[in-house]
């Protein structure tokens, strides 16, 4: 996947085309979850938690299953570990400060809060205890059972919203339905591609300057991945649909550590996890930060984000140490 070779020049090119077209798909991905949220009738928070989080991740499912195939599932393990505290410190550190008032739904604040349990008591039990396929299975069905837990809030009566936005026409059309469903799912796969491109273009660039392989990975690589997470969650803040862009950040989070991961373990015998124990140490002070500020029904603020940002920057020194 990332053995194509370009000078740098052209990898410089490639990386400004994949960050503009980038930002390009991601407002188009937002406009369109928008008109679904509308047409379908549901909250965009659980678009967020379930369309966007699934297709943000594609990244992560890829690696898995090349992972799986080479015989290496510990080294997807990691990423998908990684990629977990990335979205809950650095992806909601920097909503935080662009939006310098999140504002968290009182209606969702609990299902959060229960997330944010089980997504520690999952990490507990990934570094401290023997895994095996039986353990999978548990993760998977964590993953589907915070389906069935969520379902219940995510159909909303949306009459008072769908008069002042929408033509009514939406309502009922089963062609502008499959429209609508037809443009969210087109942009999302142009968003992963041009995210695809800006990473590909950014480890040439880095290996042109001799950046070390593993700084690389701890750097480009992980947060490459997030692009297209960070990019929807910029364009649905701008947008203020911030329940769209938390429902995207924890969705990814849960869908890393329970269903992918846990896939990992089902489909292969047991192996070492304890990559996570630095994950694990970085994501309770993460936990924390979101803990108080769900528990104080106040919105996250720039302080949140800078003290989350400063979690993510102390994780990617202590990962420059240990590498």
């Keep these: 996947m990332y053995k194509v070779e370009l000078n740098t020049a052209l990898a410089i090119i ?80 920097i ?8 504002p968290v739904d009182m209606r969702l604040k609990n299902k959060l809060l229960g997330m944010m349990i089980a997504m520690m008591v999952m990490m507990v039990l990934i570094v401290y205890t023997p895994l095996h396929r039986l353990s999978g299975w548990g993760l998977v069905a964590v993953y589907i059972l915070s389906i069935f837990w969520l379902q219940s809030g995510g159909k909303q009566d949306f009459s008072e919203k769908v008069t002042q936005k929408t033509p009514p ?56 991945t997030s692009l297209p997470e960070l990019t929807l969650q910029i364009h649905a803040i701008r ?29 292969n015998p047991p192996f070492d996890l304890s990559i996570g124990t630095s994950v694990f140490y970085f994501l309770i002070p993460t936990s924390l930060v979101i803990f108080f500020r769900l528990l ?12 989350l940002i400063a979690i993510f920057v102390l994780y990617l020194f202590h990962l420059s140490h240990n590498l």
């Design 14 to 93: 490639f990386l400004v085309f994949g960050l503009l077209f980038l930002w390009k798909t991601g407002g188009w991905a937002v406009h369109h979850a928008i008109r679904f949220s509308l047409v379908y009738r549901v909250e965009s928070f659980y678009i967020g938690f379930f369309i966007f989080a699934i297709a943000t991740t594609l990244p992560e499912i890829t690696s898995a299953i090349v992972s799986s195939l080479q015989g290496v599932p510990a080294l997807s393990a990691g990423d998908l570990m990684g990629s977990s505290l990335v979205n809950l410190s650095l992806l909601l550190g």
């Design 95 to 102: 909503a935080s400060i662009v939006a310098k008032e999140l």
């Design 169 to 224: 026409v939406y309502l009922w059309v089963s062609s502008i339905k499959i429209d609508v469903l037809l443009k969210l799912t087109i942009s999302l796969v142009l968003l992963i591609l041009s995210a695809w491109i800006t990473v590909i273009a950014a480890m040439h660039i880095a290996k042109s300057f001799h950046i070390s392989i593993a700084v690389i990975g701890a750097t480009v690589i992980a947060i490459g």
């Design 239 to 267: 947008k203020r649909e911030y329940a769209l862009a938390l429902g995207d950040i924890f969705g990814a989070s849960l869908v890393n550590l329970s269903f992918i991961l846990g896939f990992l373990l089902v489909f």
């Design 296 to 307: 104080t029904k106040k919105p996250f603020k720039t302080v949140d984000g800078a003290l």
